[in-house]
């Protein structure tokens, strides 16, 4: 039973992460290793930030909202430093196909690298809040918390980590596009969404709070997707499918 | 926040339970990280279990017939069983009930049993006759034991547990809150641990499962002393005073033995009457030897005694000068913890109506007028010796002079035979001293073959010691940590139990190099005894830790913060296993080498079935199982 479980909670949590790798990640193995790579940054992050929170836990219950504010502050400014080392990495790896006679990665390279960036930090963050907890799963002992008595603590956190591999995820793609097209108003939702969504994870602490807290999260994991997707439509999709068409895309 | 916790199981001595809880109950505090998650799902509870065993005819005790672990949500015995559930029952008492009434329930997957207050009237685990197949007499019929339930001797096919106090409340309070939640998931669970059965099936037997290496048979070592010291290289045959009595006991729980008024009490008159006889000269120029024998595996059928006598036949104590026919009269001290007014009972066969039996029940009248007790003889409606060691003498030869004293004379007065409650608080120091007095007296009398010896007056036993040694025995977790233990030996295990044990090692293997092998209460006595009788030697002794160069000394004292002295006493072990010859004794060997966790099954096979497989020789008649096997060999 222990390990059926723990395998389901598994599923619901990495399944999509899993089948986003396996489709569009692993046939481009420069794309693994940039899921690699921004892993590693987004886990640094992370870390730093729980660094310094430490000392402030275990605490009562507020301390969680300067705490969660101030990470996804860290996050947003990784990101914006993320941005710019990938266009510093981008003209290397130019000059590079330069030399070899290759064409320059275009814009459909940009939006593969940037969802393979958004796995990265996805996984980042499901390894980090996720992965330890649902260790615990494939025991034969489940857990249900006081503020929660619906849902299983493990089924919480598989959902939450799910909800925020999609958010996380999508909202690379849309950072690399906004900035590739100096959209502003694509460059604020990204930060502002993800504020929404850490502030959304945060009603769980209230009594009876996950019946709403995981909805809302997955109303904006839902509202990310949307997004993202019809901004790559646009950009992208109205196009024909010709492939050479793509390519001669030039940024 | 709420609570979902699986208790885990941990090893020996105290066999813990898995509890599993599947289900929340209400805690209060914020969980904080990932090790304290894992501690609020899992909780722990304590217990000892009731483990299978094995015999000639089938199975006893508990067990697990599944292949997984047993787990079902706990309840309380008075809801309705109508789904698979662990069951709690408040004490030993109510689980009889309980498995009056539910036993064969298929939904009873497992019990435990909580830490109950002693019933007052009286509670014992053992049949009405314990052991009654080895009685030389035809009355098996004759309840010794008014109190006995026979639980023992029951075959149960769940895991049963008794809880520690605390457990039990833990218990309590998670069979509450599932039926407060009306037994809907989630709910809280237990886990039981251990799978209590043989590792391999089909071994429903012990024959079987020896055959198959799927269990292990029961063993240890019973101590052997002399008054005084022999000369191991020049043995004197003088006629022999076997004194002797038991040091363990069973109940349904085989860890929970506490066995302080049967038998123990007996092994501290003994010990107490040989710390008196060292303190007197004489023994030399007595007519007869003493020889001081503690057995121990005589509640799992009587092995110590029946091994030591075929051993005796078979010659191997020809170098100790003890011989088949040496042996002329034999003393057996029984319980002797609760005589009232320090009066005793002398039991004895009919068949032994020799001058030599005249001569030991004279003495005991004697010894007992001179320190203010009294002895009289058993009843003569009794139909012979109550349930002893003796018995195996007796079955030797009917015509040996041999008595057992005891507490009681037509049934046993220890209301608590063979159950947990037999503590320290079924006892009196006051009785055991007077039992000790009498025994010391008797036996130099005996040997001596004079009842008015100047000697005899000065035979004092120390009352002192007596307590110390009550209270030593009686603490048992952790047990034998006392002074008077401590400057003897270090003990090894945590908790003690009289429980005899299994088979450790190849009988060739020396007990006294390999001390670990050894029960902590068995190696008390041997020490004590090698220390009592050794006799004085005019230079220092010399060091040592477990062996001596000189043959005739033995390593006496040797703890853990100072070494021991080595001493010229005939004290030795004595195996309550034998020897092989045959194939099957070896592979017997070869599997305590490999075997398969101790943990996984023990089994108990009767004597006569040990001694079948593994010594194989002559038939033995008159000791027929209850008619199902035929008779045994011996």
Request: hydrophobic share 45%; glycine share 6%; with cysteine.
């Amino acid at each position: 039973m222990g390990l059926v479980s723990g395998s389901g909670y598994f599923l619901i949590a990495l399944g999509p992460a899993v089948t986003i790798f396996a489709s569009a990640i692993a046939p481009k193995p420069f794309l693994i290793l940039a899921v690699i790579a921004s892993a590693l940054v987004w886990l640094l992050s992370l870390i730093a930030a729980s660094i310094v929170w430490r000392a402030f836990l275990p605490g009562a219950d507020w301390v969680f909202l300067p705490m969660v504010v101030t990470t996804v502050a860290l996050q947003e400014v990784v990101r914006v430093l993320f941005w710019r080392y990938y266009l510093k990495l981008e003209k290397s790896l130019n000059v590079l196909a330069t030399k070899m006679r290759k064409p320059h990665l275009n814009y459909v390279d940009r939006l593969e690298i940037a969802l393979a960036s958004g796995v990265g930090h996805g996984a980042a963050h499901a390894v980090f809040f996720g992965w330890s907890v649902l260790i615990l799963a494939s025991g034969p002992a489940t857990y249900y918390t006081d503020t929660c008595k619906q849902m299983p603590y493990f089924l919480v956190t598989a959902l939450n980590t799910l909800a925020f591999f999609l958010i996380l995820t999508f909202l690379m793609v849309i950072t690399f596009n906004a900035y590739t097209k100096d959209e502003h108003s694509q460059q604020l939702f990204v930060p502002v969404m993800h504020f929404l969504a850490a502030l959304a994870s945060l009603v769980n602490l209230l009594p009876n709070g996950c019946i709403v807290g995981v909805p809302l999260v997955f109303l904006c994991a839902a509202v990310t997707m949307g997004y993202c997707g019809k901004i790559v439509w646009d950009s992208v999709g109205s196009s024909s499918l010709d492939p050479g068409d793509l390519q001669r895309r030039q940024l | 926040m709420a609570m979902a916790a699986i208790a885990r199981v941990s090893e020996l001595p105290l066999c813990l339970l898995l509890l599993c809880l599947l289900l929340p109950c209400l805690a209060h505090a914020r969980v904080n990280s990932v090790p304290e998650l894992e501690n609020r799902m899992y909780a722990t509870l304590q217990g000892s279990p009731c483990v299978r065993w094995l015999n000639l005819t089938g199975e006893l005790g508990c067990g697990n017939p599944r292949r997984t672990l047993a787990k079902a949500p706990i309840r309380t015995a008075d809801n309705a069983l109508d789904s698979p559930a662990a069951v709690l029952v408040p004490s030993e008492k109510a689980f009889r009930e309980f498995v009056d009434r539910f036993g064969d329930n298929e939904n009873v997957i497992g019990v435990l049993v909580g830490n109950g207050s002693r019933v007052a009237a009286g509670d014992s685990d053992d049949v009405q006759f314990p052991q009654s197949q080895f009685a030389p007499y035809e009355n098996r019929a004759w309840i010794w034991n008014s109190v006995g339930s026979g639980l023992m001797q029951r075959r149960f096919n769940f895991p049963v547990f008794l809880l520690s106090p605390e457990s039990t409340v833990l218990a309590q309070k998670l069979a509450s809150e599932n039926a407060d939640n009306g037994f809907k998931r989630p709910t809280n669970a237990v886990e039981f641990g251990d799978i209590m059965q043989t590792t391999k099936s089909e071994t429903y037997t012990s024959e079987s499962c020896l055959r198959d290496l799927s269990c292990l048979p029961l063993g240890g070592y019973s101590v052997m002393s002399t008054f005084p010291a022999v000369n191991v290289s020049a043995p004197v045959t003088k006629p022999v005073v076997v004194a002797m009595a038991s040091m363990d006991a069973a109940t349904f729980f085989r860890d929970v033995a506490p066995g302080a008024d049967s038998p123990m009490s007996g092994v501290l008159a003994l010990l107490a009457a040989v710390d008196a006889l060292s303190r007197i000269d004489g023994f030399n120029e007595f007519p007869k030897r003493l020889v001081v024998l503690v057995f121990t595996g005589e509640a799992r059928g009587y092995l110590g005694s029946r091994q030591f006598l075929a051993q005796l036949k078979k010659g191997n104590f020809v170098d100790y000068g003890l011989t088949t026919s040496s042996i002329k009269q034999v003393v057996e001290v029984g319980s002797v913890g609760q005589a009232s007014q320090s009066t005793f009972f002398a039991h004895k066969q009919a068949t032994a109506a020799s001058a030599s039996t005249q001569q030991i029940l004279e003495s005991l009248r004697l010894s007992a007028a001179a320190t203010s007790s009294t002895v009289k003889l058993a009843n003569a409606a009794n139909p012979g010796i109550p349930p002893s060691s003796l018995m195996t003498f007796v079955h030797n030869d009917p015509s040996v002079a041999g008595v057992v004293l005891e507490e009681f004379d037509t049934a046993f007065s220890n209301k608590f035979y063979h159950s947990q409650y037999d503590d320290k608080s079924n006892v009196n120091t006051t009785a055991i001293a007077a039992a000790a007095s009498i025994l010391a007296r008797t036996l130099v009398m005996l040997a001596s073959d004079n009842t008015d010896s100047p000697i005899l007056k000065s035979i004092q036993v120390n009352t002192s010691l007596v307590e110390e040694l009550v209270e030593c025995f009686s603490t048992t977790s952790p047990g034998m940590r006392c002074r008077l233990v401590e400057s003897l030996m270090t003990a090894s295990q945590d908790s003690v139990s009289r429980y005899v044990g299994v088979f450790q090692a190849d009988p060739s293997v020396l007990p006294n190099s390999t001390p670990e092998i050894i029960s902590d209460t068995t190696r008390f006595v041997w020490n004590f005894l090698a220390d009592r009788t050794s006799l004085q030697r005019e230079n220092l002794p010399a060091n040592c830790t477990s062996v001596c160069k000189n043959p005739e000394e033995v390593c006496v004292g040797a703890t853990k913060s100072q070494q021991g002295q080595c001493r010229a006493s005939a004290t030795r072990y004595v195996n309550i296993a034998t020897e092989s010859e045959s194939d099957l004794g070896s592979k017997c060997i070869r599997l305590t080498f490999f075997l398969l966790c101790y943990q996984i099954c023990t089994c108990i096979f009767s004597s006569i079935t040990i001694e079948r497989i593994l010594v194989g020789t002559t038939p033995y008649r008159g000791w027929g199982q209850d008619g199902s096997s035929g008779p045994s060999v011996y």
